[in-house]
């Protein structure tokens, strides 16, 4: 792979294209990266590369002689490839084309400054206008350098190991599972458990799961192009009902006092942050490093005495249940989350409820003192209504 960037700041790309995994890549010669200073090919005396745009208007316009000329006498008519204005006007680079521009022999990168180029230069010498998000620069060069970095680690050798690129976030259609590395506790934020029994089969599920979670949080218009199986759109139904539930109990303005915290660490932060009041999670918030960044945050929390139980394990859960048995317990579905309204529910939340929570009171009670008890039925009977 064969890249020119056309810049009046050369110097601009020279840190960055000797450092770290590019700059290893460009010394073995998997890609070859040349600059060209476009004010190297102005006739003026002067060397001037911009002037002020025609019709009038703030700041200055790239001339198109420099540009054109350094372009031609560097691309000869054996050129194959594409030829690349960095632009906030043009094609917002995408992980897909980022694939498509590592299967080109050569780029060509040209970097525009101040306003931007004439006009006639890209109709002369570009093939395509490409923009690296929805803001504006003061130059092309940053973009140039993003467009290097990206295709570069796409370029055979230039990573590690092959299989690096082929599970991040996009190249799958999703966004990547929450990573995590030695120790596997740090300072009482614990690493998932699952990634540390050896089981490939579990951890390969629970990453996936991670994912299809936080694609669908963050970026759910991914979805729609995702390659998904039975099992992926199975655990996207097990959320959407999840949030469905979810946003009933939130709009029932419930409490926060009690969290079960076994299995927090798969359940999505703004769900656990929803439950603490205001007040009380503010005092709490402090910055936490990790994935599971909200178990430490509710963690802290209680053991701070910002909410007013939480345990872990039947032991602690059964202690906690007997110093308040008349409350109502409410679980959400998989075990995950429990907690408790300060007396009765509202009526008004009820009708929305359904009797389901009214039947499930014994249940609950029952299962928290014995640690046994299927939640089912009543989970069944709520996500029915919803
Ligand atoms: C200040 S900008 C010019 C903006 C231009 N007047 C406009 O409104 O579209 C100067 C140069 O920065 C580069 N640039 C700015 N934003 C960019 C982006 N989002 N993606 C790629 N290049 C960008 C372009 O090369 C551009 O010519």
């Known amino acids: ?121 890209l109709d002369a010498v570009i093939d395509e206008e490409l923009s690296i998000g929805d ?8 973009g140039a350098l993003v467009v290097i970095d990206a295709v570069a680690r796409l370029v055979p050798g230039v990573l590690g190991s092959d299989a690096s690129p082929e599970d991040e976030s996009f190249t799958t259609g999703l966004l990547e599972y929450p990573q995590y590395t030695r120790p596997a506790d740090f300072r009482g934020a614990k690493v998932p458990e699952v990634l540390l029994g050896g089981n490939h089969a579990h951890i390969a599920a629970w990453r996936r799961e991670q994912s299809l979670e936080i694609t669908r949080e963050r970026r759910p218009e991914l979805l729609a192009d995702a390659p998904l199986d039975d099992r992926d759109r199975d655990v996207l139904e097990r959320l959407q009902r999840h949030t469905a539930v979810f946003s009933i109990l939130t709009s029932c303005s419930v409490r926060c006092e009690r969290l079960e915290l076994r299995l927090a660490d798969q359940f ?49 859960r059964a202690a906690w249940f007997d110093r308040a048995p008349d409350h109502c317990l409410l679980y959400l579905p998989d075990e995950r989350l429990l907690y408790r309204t300060e007396g009765a529910i509202p009526s008004e939340a009820l ?36």
């Not at 929803?274 to 918030?285: G, L, Y």
């Not at 929570?357 to 029915?384: C, M, N, Q």
Request: aromatic fraction near 8%; include cysteine; charge should be positive.
């Open 1 to 121: 792979m064969r890249i020119k960037v056309f810049t009046l700041f050369p110097d601009m790309l020279r840190a960055m294209l000797s450092e770290s995994i590019l700059g290893r890549a460009i010394e073995r010669g998997l890609i070859e990266v040349e600059l060209f200073n476009i004010r190297d090919y102005t006739l003026d005396r002067h060397r001037s590369t911009d002037d002020y745009p025609f019709g009038g208007g703030a700041g200055m316009v790239m001339m198109a002689q420099p540009i054109v000329d350094a372009i031609r006498a560097n691309t000869g008519p054996d050129f194959r490839g594409r030829r690349i204005y960095l632009s906030p006007r043009g094609r917002t680079l995408t992980q897909r084309t980022v694939e498509a521009l590592a299967r080109e022999e050569e780029l060509v990168l040209l970097c525009g400054h101040y306003e931007g180029v004439d006009q006639r230069a």
């Open 135 to 142: 803001y504006v620069l003061t130059g092309g060069e940053l």
């Open 268 to 316: 999505p932060k703004r769900w656990l942050s929803a439950f603490v009041p205001e007040d009380r999670r503010k005092a709490a918030k402090k910055p936490c490093l990790s994935g599971r960044r909200h178990v430490g945050f509710l963690w802290r929390a209680f053991t701070e005495g910002f909410i007013d139980g939480c345990a872990e394990g039947d032991a602690a």
């Open 351 to 386: 009708k929305r409820l359904g009797q389901a929570v009214l039947a499930d009171e014994a249940l609950t009670r029952t299962f928290v003192r014995t640690g046994k008890g299927d939640i089912g039925p009543w989970y069944t009977a709520l996500s029915a209504q919803v």
